[in-house]
């Protein structure tokens, strides 16, 4: 196969500068390069959802899904950090791993997942 894997995620930004900042501080992406961010190795779904889909906002044509470890600890501080975090036991399944969702300042919606296991 050609591809590889995802070389970069590009979107718009009405405070690119911040909205860097920000996911750096509170996710560490590219936290030592700021263009760069080194990744795991490790599974990427790559799935387009019907326009009317109720999994992310109507007004938003994207959504980040971000793979963690320590989605715990992880979670504490961005609510530390006062972000809102929701859950929902529904998600979460052995098969797939356990998931959350944040909104980045600008409104974009993350989904935070933790692969199971194994």
Known sequence: ?????????????EDPQGLMAWYRTHLGIAAEDPY?????????????????????PPDRQWMINLRVSGLDALLAALRAAGIAVITDPAWDTPETGRFARIH????????????PQG
């Open 1 to 13: 196969m050609p591809v590889t894997g995802i070389g970069g995620v590009f979107f718009r930004a």
């Open 36 to 56: 760069r961010w080194d990744q795991q190795a490790g599974p990427t779904v790559f799935m387009p959802f019907s326009r009317d889909t109720d999994h992310f």
């Open 104 to 115: 980045d300042p600008e409104g974009n919606p993350v989904e935070l997942w933790e692969p």
